[in-house]
């Protein structure tokens, strides 16, 4: 950590940036996410102080926005002070500045603190992922599939790796819990009904979902193949649109067709 009085004396852009990078160590400090050498330990102030400090000069930057310098204002004048959230602000308001787009704003997400160490799930719940191929997308279906309750992911070939950056990010911490397996289509259980998420099937309202079974989700390009097509079982399930491209996001279909499904369960 580098001391306010020195920050405070830095010029522009090189004022900017160190204080972004502190901001971020102490977020990543006040999340838990600081590894042992990169925790706080500035000698003469606390963290909270060390905060206000470094706050407060972001206040007085000439080139925040009024409306920004408002929020961190309001922020440093709560009792008890909000750290993570003013270290937040402050460090999001750095980069816009900078001309760091947020696309490129690195996220720093605590894991959900839980003393559950069991995952609970719908047994016999499953989804076959086929050729997608946005990271993004792979860890928003794992991220669904671990909040609503499936029992395994399976993967085609032809997917992406789940531990690709983008993936680990947008999982949010539920690739490395969720179980998975990388298998080819003719793999998949034969003893469970295996149903399709495609357009011109059954309205997602009319479909008859299984107890038990595996739901296949098809690539953001081509949707899902005609082997697997093929190999529905169960049939084809769709989500009625109205809109004039009548498209969703692999991810967002995923999370209507989990939610669906496993109403159906209780």
Known sequence: MISPDKLNHLQGGQKRRKLALCFGALERDIAGLAEPDCQYSFPSLSRHEYIKKLANIVIHDPDLPKSAQKELSELLQQS?????????????????????????????????????????????IYVYAEDIRSPFNLGSIFR????????????????????HPRAIRSG????????????????????????????????????????????????EE???????????????????????????NV????????????????
């Open 80 to 124: 008890p002070i909000d750290e993570r959230r003013i270290c937040n602000c402050a460090r999001n308001n750095l980069l816009n500045i900078i001309g760091i787009p947020p696309a490129e704003w690195d996220l720093i997400v605590a894991p959900h603190k839980t003393e559950i160490t069991q995952r609970d799930f719908y047994e016999g």
């Open 172 to 219: 949010m911490g539920c690739i490395e819990s969720m179980p998975w397996e990388r298998i080819e289509l003719n793999q998949l259980p034969q003893d469970l009904p295996i149903f399709v998420l495609e357009t011109g099937g059954t309205p997602i309202k009319d479909f008859s979902f299984p107890k038990a079974g595996i739901v296949i989700i098809g690539s």
């Open 251 to 266: 991810g967002v279909a995923f999370g209507i067709l989990m939610e669906a499904w496993t109403e159906s369960l209780e």
């Open 144 to 163: 669904t599939a671990e909040a609503i309750g499936a029992e395994k992911v399976f993967l085609s070939p032809g997917c992406c790796d789940p531990m």
């Open 222 to 248: 081509l949707g899902v193949s005609p082997l697997a097509l093929s190999s529905a079982t169960h049939g084809i399930v769709s989500i009625p649109m109205k809109g004039l491209k009548a498209s969703l």
